[in-house]
């Protein structure tokens, strides 16, 4: 490609990869500004960091758990020793088009009466940074629960992420994004997700050890009004996340009843008729 003329500018692609609408607009300055006239102003892209911790209320993204603590812990509206709940999502989704899937998810969780720690990036990154006390993995966990949208396209097994995992002992549950239907396509769609999907969506995450797979957020059209044109954004399906709370208010106080007191349903798939079957 660069012998056919192709230009690869890492100064343009550092606005192309964080798509805010600052950096969109002086994207289009800075192509200006260096293949027409080099006096047309820009300012510099904001990059944003590989890892970090996002939570809408701050001014700015968190680079460790200890400082979201402090800022977390002095928002006298959250109870102090409330469940914490670990959100994992990727990093391209810290944009404004995919942060209004997130934004509403954080604000049901706080309103539901649990503490909230956002986070992106790599799995085993984030796993090993955020999801702890302290910088390495082996320490105390910082949270009761997980909701992930990770471990789609890397699975938790093998690795130092598959220690990380074991140490953190805590239930994660499986969000899923819509990519391949809108939100109104797959409640019309008695099929629901595609096959495809299933397989990166609900498969590979259960490798994982992921649990109660939940359709939290996919796409929905909307028109531009200085277009014409349409657009997408995703957006949550709150049906599906307000019962999801519900789930995690349950989950966490199954988790600290002792084991004596617990009832355990086993169901077997009996195939052909008769005892024969039963191990």
Same mark, same amino acid.
């Given at each position: 490609?660069? $012998?056919?003329g192709f230009?690869?500018?890492?100064d ?7 798509r805010?609408?600052g950096?969109v607009?002086n994207?289009?300055?800075?192509v200006?500004?260096?293949? &027409? /006239? ?5 300012? $510099? ?7 970090? &911790?996002?939570?809408?209320d ?13 800022? /977390?812990?002095?928002?006298e ?28 998810l ?7 009466g ?55 002992n805590?239930?994660i ?11 109104e ?16 969506? &609900?498969? &590979?995450?259960? %490798? ?13 059209? /909307? ?17 599906n996340l307000?019962?999801l ?5 349950k989950?966490?106080v ?6 004596? /007191?617990?009832?355990?349903?086993? %169901?077997?798939?009996?195939?052909s008729?008769? $005892?024969?079957?039963?191990?």
């Amino acid at each position: 490609l660069k $012998k056919a003329g192709f230009v690869f500018n890492s100064d343009i692609a550092a606005y192309y990869d964080y798509r805010t609408p600052g950096n969109v607009r002086n994207l289009v300055f800075r192509v200006a500004n260096l293949a &027409i /006239d080099g006096k047309i102003p820009f300012e $510099k892209a904001v990059v944003l960091p590989e890892k970090g &911790i996002y939570h809408p209320d701050a001014d700015g993204i968190f680079a460790n758990f200890a400082d979201f603590e402090r800022w /977390d812990l002095q928002r006298e509206h959250l109870e102090p020793d409330a469940p914490r709940i670990g959100i994992l999502f990727y990093r391209s989704y810290v944009s404004p088009a995919d942060l209004q899937s997130i934004v509403p998810l954080v604000r049901l969780l706080e309103k539901s009466g649990f503490r909230v720690l956002p986070t992106f990036g790599p799995e085993s990154s984030v796993v090993s940074d955020f999801m702890f006390k302290g910088a390495n993995g082996a320490k105390e966990p910082a949270v009761d629960f997980i909701l992930s949208y990770l471990f789609k396209f890397k699975g938790g097994i093998g690795g130092d992420i598959q220690v990380y995992l074991r140490n953190l002992n805590v239930p994660i549950i499986n969000l899923i994004r819509l990519y391949y239907n809108d939100i109104e396509g797959w409640k019309g769609d008695p099929k629901g997700l595609s096959p495809a999907a299933v397989s990166w969506s &609900i498969a &590979i995450p259960e %490798l994982s050890g992921l649990i109660e797979p939940t359709v939290a957020s996919g796409r929905t059209k /909307d028109l531009d009004l200085a277009s014409g044109g349409e657009t997408a954004v995703y957006e949550p399906v709150m049906e599906n996340l307000d019962l999801l709370a519900a789930r995690m208010k349950k989950w966490i106080v199954l988790r600290k009843k002792p084991n004596k /007191d617990k009832k355990i349903a086993i %169901l077997f798939y009996n195939h052909s008729q008769g $005892k024969q079957n039963i191990g």
